[in-house]
């Protein structure tokens, strides 16, 4: 199967709000109710910000948010910080055999 | 607290079989709620899930890494492992192990990753 796929890159202002695609098709994203999100500091371990579609787990900021429609999940995050700069990664239950598949990954500028 | 700890060669040589080792402390491989896995990122690129090793030793793996990998745990010395055969340079990357939430197939726990890199 293909990664997910997700735009390479977005840039907003602090304070502002910016949503993240991460499309797939009918037999992952569209089929699966077991979407996550994932925050990535170079140099860091990943964060988990999101799963479920749109469950946040303790301890992760409300401004973190999430969602579905068809094929394509979104990550939505609000009030921009300069620390909110990062890369973002979806992934998606896919199969039985497969597992998960990984987006390619946003990189987040906040300008 | 649960930790995840990487461990292994930091350099191989093309055509080597990388092995790494992933030490859980604060869980059980042997729990049957969780998958544990490997995913790696080259330099320059995104995340690529490597694969996951179930509790009871049934594995997935990347399709477009099958050919190359095995994956095992042993619940004896809390750890679970990846081999990598024929390594090129296209395999260097940072190696991170992760526990895998198997009711919400979420990477709730990650390892601080490893740098392996393949070059002659």
């Known amino acids: 199967q293909s990664a997910l796929t997700q735009p390479a890159s977005v840039s907003q202002s602090p304070g502002q709000s910016i949503t993240i695609s991460c499309t797939g098709t009918?037999?992952?994203?569209?089929?699966?109710?077991?979407v996550a999100w994932y925050q990535h500091h170079p140099g860091k371990a990943p964060k988990l910000l999101i799963y479920?579609?749109?469950y946040r787990p303790s301890g992760i900021s409300n401004r973190f948010s999430g969602s579905k429609s068809g094929n394509t999940a979104s990550l939505t995050i609000s009030g921009l910080q300069a620390e909110d700069e990062a890369d973002y990664y979806c992934?998606?239950?896919?199969?039985?055999?497969?597992?998960?598949?990984f987006g390619g990954g946003t990189k987040l500028t906040v300008l | 607290q649960l930790l995840l700890q990487e461990s292994g060669p930091g350099l191989l040589q093309p055509s080597e079989t990388l092995s790494l080792t992933c030490n859980v402390s604060?869980?059980?491989?042997?729990?049957?709620?969780?998958?544990w896995g490997w995913i790696r990122q080259p330099p320059g690129k995104g995340l690529e899930w490597i694969g996951s090793?179930?509790?009871?030793?049934?594995?997935y793996y990347n399709p477009s890494l099958k050919s190359r990998v095995t994956m095992s745990s042993d619940k004896s010395k809390k750890q679970f492992s990846l081999k990598l055969s024929s390594v090129t340079a296209a395999d260097t990357a940072i190696y991170y192990c992760?526990?895998?939430?198997?009711?919400?197939?979420?990477?709730?726990?990650w390892g601080q990753g490893t740098l392996v890199t393949v070059s002659s």
């Open positions: 604060g869980a059980s491989v042997g729990s049957n709620s969780y998958y």
């Open positions: 009918s037999s992952d994203v569209g089929a699966s109710d077991y």
């Open positions: 992760a526990r895998l939430a198997a009711a919400t197939i979420k990477f709730d726990s």
């Open positions: 992934t998606s239950y896919t199969d039985s055999t497969t597992l998960v598949l």
């Open positions: 479920e579609v749109s």
């Open positions: 090793v179930y509790y009871s030793g049934t594995t």
